[in-house]
């Protein structure tokens, strides 16, 4: 399912979407049963325009969020090339590639590999663009992206787009945010509660089509079932307190339909002052990645 921005209504994931088992390919298992997601954005009370693009996968896996930032609807331009060509690319490898392949110069699995670069791509495209049309110029946007395989996640975020994990009644935030706000944090100018009151909080020091190249920071951790992965853009975290993003999904964590409406509610109740989306998995079985030989065997009793 894709969400675009500026559609106000959440959808769940896991409508109309026919997964096709890809000759060969390492990953012919989809996650569909294994994952439950949904994915919600909310232009706000303030704005005009949802500059914010969300996506689910939920066959193969892959949660996108992307927060457009420039003048006129550039914003929206930038979030939207942003999740697009992220979705395209990284469907299509997956479905063609064995990821089971360790990568032994990088030291990363493959499928960190194939998000990594297709952020990379992202941004190539996004700068191009932002170039060569005077619309866009300016244009760029934050991305946070993850990818589940083998029962691990790979997280990937440039800006200040935010994934947070729960795990056994613990919320945590795993990506730190690429903004003046918290280098001044990891500086000592402000603790981590002053910077929540903080004025100047969107300043971002990395964003997707603003440099030809972009650093792409990136983690592997191992999931677990039962654990809850958030996605949101900043229209949420500066809006809402992570002890009540905690609260929400401890209060409604059977339906994650009703979590993520929960949350944008409350950002709205608090002002709303941005564009408000969230995307969020939770783990219901584990994942192990399937070998070849293990299709091979399979294969011979289809």
Known sequence: ??????????????????????????????????????????????????????????????????????????????????????????????????????????GLSRPTIILRDAIHRANKIIYQTAKTQPQCEGMGTTVVAALFFDNKITIAHVGDSRLYRQRSDKLEQVTMDHSLLQELVDRGFYSAEEAQRAANKNYVTRALGVEPNVDVEIQEVPVNKGEVFILCSDGLSDMVEDEDIHLTINTFSANLDTVAKQLIQLANDNGGRDNVSVVMAHVMDAFPARTKIFDKILGWFG
């Open 1 to 106: 399912m894709l969400a675009y921005a500026g559609s106000n209504r959440g959808r769940e994931s896991d409508a109309n979407h026919n997964w096709r088992a890809a000759g060969g390919s390492g990953h012919s298992m989809s996650l569909r049963n294994k994952l439950r997601c949904v994915g919600m954005t909310d232009t706000g009370k303030v704005r005009e325009h949802n500059e914010d693009t969300i996506a689910v996968d939920a066959d193969i896996g892959l949660l996108v969020l992307a927060d457009g930032m420039g003048g006129y609807n550039a914003g929206e331009v930038a979030s939207g090339i942003a999740v697009k060509t992220i979705v395209n690319l990284v469907k299509e490898q997956v479905e063609r590639e064995d990821l089971n392949v360790q990568d032994r110069e990088a």
